[in-house]
């Protein structure tokens, strides 16, 4: 599904990613930690394409095509998702429109039509209950005074309408209570299945209690320094990433 | 004198009107051939040369045009409805008029009692020239005056269409709005052409008194060919605890200018402004707003926001003036600019003069592209560039839209607007307008 290999990138030219490589296969999840400024926003970044980060060296295939050739939404299209750790806000451009506009382009690109205003409401009115969201929400600028929280939430709905095949979720569980961590981990379990990756960004062992990764990656100084499985992140949440230190030399 | 006062006033001279308002115009015509012609060291015209309405060949009033029907689409409400093509009356496409509203011409003896108190006395001719040429020329004119604790239950529709004609001519708007004690009225005023190359000069003036407690919303739409001339004013006094709602939309053109002066007279006055200018290609648009707070407890909320495509320039200045009898005024003032291109240009000024100690105020004005990380959001979601540029564009200005009080109003701009910014109704069909 995803392949990175020796990832090279940088930021207005500071070296940022420095040799990363990570392979995911259909159906995985894979957690990344890592302390504060190692590049794991970076990461997301640069797989969805977003201006200012330059690749220097490696590749990237995503089902098979080079990824960094495609444009940000060519991304999308082809079914990367990423979940956003700070969600824009764009007052005066409703949620609803926001949503129709992605759903539709997705839908475009599969060539089938436009969904009518009217599936469009009824599908969106399905899911916005799965993730603990007033209908209200649907009719408010995008994210516009949403809370951190609803924020959050509403990067788990547009993952649910958009139905991607690869997730990356960038620190959605940070600074949220326990109940919307709960919706975020059974918006990923709900959609967990053997086609279908995620990538799942945390600080916390917290959220890996609610959805089981398959790997768990530890990510220092741009590079991924430790591999292991589930227990890996019980081990850093009591040890912290400092003896991880010799490792990246 | 210009030529160009000269030729002002020769128009004057040729006009019919009523007798009664010949005092107002010998002042304004007065008033017009003494001032100073403004030139870029004008402070009120520093940004906006008057240069092109000066060498424009404005030498004769337009005549009135038929066949306009088919090529202006009105605003779709149950309106008292007044229409002018090209400054003169049109009865057929006019609707019949209440006892409150009445054209200059037909006034009775108390309305013309009402005129003559308030035609040219709200508008400070000093600051506004053309505010004088208004005067000198007033012969046709709208009057609507609301008794004392009435509402009137229709909104008065005053539409001034704009053709072309064989030469270059001028045409001329007034209105006049009295409100008496707790009187409420919904005014619009659409200023409209055909889409044809448009060869004419506009100067339309609007004068409103909100005495006590009277409430008003006033609607501006002014929405032209891009070769007309439109200079234009909405000047008001608002007297004790009167609310005065305002909405003004502007297209750019050769040269437009649209002054707003609202007073505040009486203590518990309240005014809120919303403006929208959206010049594109090599059009031109200037808001020159300034509103006097001379008595205490009184508020402003002003919001202007402009969409500046291409190479066209505007003008925002906007001045609040806080007179040191106005304690405990809440003034706020908010303008921001989108620059869809770097060629666009806009001169934006705030200006808050405060005399007062004791006044909550707040100011700001800023000038930007559009927002980087909206734009990634709406494309990582797999939505084109072009269509997120038009989205977020439509959004910008779509905030002020969604709190046009009148219905019909916000459905005529939706799609109007949103074309403004694309004709491919591919790239607008996620754009909703309520
Ligand atoms: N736009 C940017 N400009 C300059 N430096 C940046 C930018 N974005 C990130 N960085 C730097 O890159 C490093 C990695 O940041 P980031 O990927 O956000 O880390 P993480 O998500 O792991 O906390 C940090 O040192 C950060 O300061
Ligand atoms: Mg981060």
Redo the contacts between chains.
Sequence with gaps: MLSIKDLHASVEETNILKGLSLEVKPGEVHAIMGPNGSGKSTLGNVLTGREGYSVSQGEVTFNGKDLLDLGIEERAHEGLFLAFQYPVEIPGVSNMEFLKAAVDAKRHHQGLSDLSAVEFMKTARDVIKHVSLDQSFLKRGVNEGFSGGEKKRNEILQMMLLEPSLCILDETDSGLDIDALQVVANGVNAMRNDDRSFIVVTHYQRLLDYIIPDYVHVLSGGRIVKSGGKELAKELEARGYSWLEGEVA | MTDFQQHALQLADAQSSPDWLNDLRAQGAQQWQSAAWPTRRTELWKYTPLVPLQNGDFKRWAEPAGGWQDHIEQIDLDATRLVFVNGVFDPEASSELPPEVVRFGDASAEQKAVISEHLGKVVDTERHLFAALSNAWVAEGVLVHVPRGQRLPKPVYVLHVSTPTAEPATANSRVLAVLEDGAEATLIEHYASTADEQNGFVNSLTEVVLKDNAGMQHYRINMEEENIFHLGGVHADLYRSARLRGFTIAQGSRLKRVDYQVNHKGEGADLNLQGIYLPRNSQYVDYHTNIEHCVPHCTTKEVFRGILADKSRAVFNGRIHIHQDAQKTLAELSNKNLLTSNKAEVDTKPELEIYADDVKCAHGATVSQI????L??????????K?AEI??S??????LL?EVQEPAVQNYLGPRLARLFSRDNELL????YE
């Design positions: 927002n980087k990380g909206a990634f959001y709406l494309q990582s979601r797999g939505v084109s560039r269509e989205m977020l439509f959004g910008f200005i779509n905030e969604q069909r996620h754009i909703s």
